[in-house]
C-alpha cells in the first residue's frame, strides 16, 4: 500500500508510531485484499485541528478521534474506462484519515489499554470507513465492521 503520513502535531509523532501505523494498514489492506498500489493518507493533527474538521465538514463543534475522508469515484463528469489490464496497473487513491493524537491518549487511559492499541483502532476503523464499511447504517452492519476490526486487531497482536 502507498500509504502518505502526514504529522501536523504540535509535538510530533515518533517514527515507531508511524511505523506501527503502516505495518497495520499494510496488513489490514492485505486482509481486504486490496491492490499493492493503493493510495491512502493519514493525517495526525492535535485537538484544535481535528475540531475545525469536525465542525467544519461534518456540523459537530467539538473535536473528535478520527475522520474518514472516501474519494468516491463515481460522480465524475467524464469517467476513464481503462481496459482491465490498465485498470489493474492504475494505483487507486481510497481516501484520506484524520487522527487526533490527544484523543488517542485520553481513550487508551480511559479504556485502560494501551496508546498503540487505541491508535492501531482508530486508524482501521477509519480505513474501514475508507472501503465502504459503515457502522452508522444499522445494528447487522455496525456488527460486520466492529467484528471485522476486532478479528484485524487481534490477528495483528494489536489485543485489547
Known amino acids: 500500500m502507498d500509504l502518505a503520513i502526514i504529522d501536523q502535531t504540535k509535538d510530533g509523532v515518533s517514527q515507531y508510531h508511524q511505523d506501527l501505523v503502516r505495518a497495520v494498514l499494510d496488513y489490514a489492506g492485505s486482509y481486504l485484499k486490496l491492490p499493492d498500489n493503493t493510495e491512502m493518507?493519514?493525517?495526525?493533527?492535535?485537538?484544535?485541528?481535528?475540531?475545525?474538521?469536525?465542525?467544519t465538514y461534518r456540523g459537530i463543534d467539538k473535536p473528535t478521534d478520527v475522520i474518514s475522508f472516501a474519494i468516491e469515484e463515481d460522480g465524475d463528469d467524464?469517467?476513464?474506462?481503462?481496459?482491465?489490464?490498465?485498470d489493474e496497473e492504475l494505483a487507486k487513491n481510497i481516501g484520506d484519515i484524520l487522527v487526533s493524537v490527544d484523543i488517542i491518549a485520553s481513550q487508551a487511559e480511559y479504556l485502560g489499554h494501551s496508546y498503540e492499541r487505541e491508535l492501531g483502532f482508530l486508524v482501521v476503523h477509519g480505513f474501514?470507513?475508507?472501503?465502504?464499511?459503515?457502522?452508522?447504517?444499522?445494528?447487522?452492519?455496525?456488527?460486520?465492521?466492529?467484528?471485522?476490526?476486532?478479528?484485524?486487531?487481534?490477528?495483528y497482536g494489536l489485543r485489547r
Do not use: C, W
Open 78 to 86: 467524464f469517467p476513464v474506462l481503462p481496459d482491465e489490464e490498465m
Open 41 to 55: 493518507s493519514v493525517t495526525f493533527m492535535n485537538n484544535d485541528e481535528i475540531h475545525r474538521y469536525n465542525k
Open 128 to 155: 474501514l470507513h475508507l472501503n465502504g464499511y459503515d457502522h452508522m447504517l444499522g445494528d447487522a452492519e455496525e456488527k460486520e465492521m466492529f467484528d471485522l476490526q476486532r478479528k484485524i486487531l487481534d490477528d
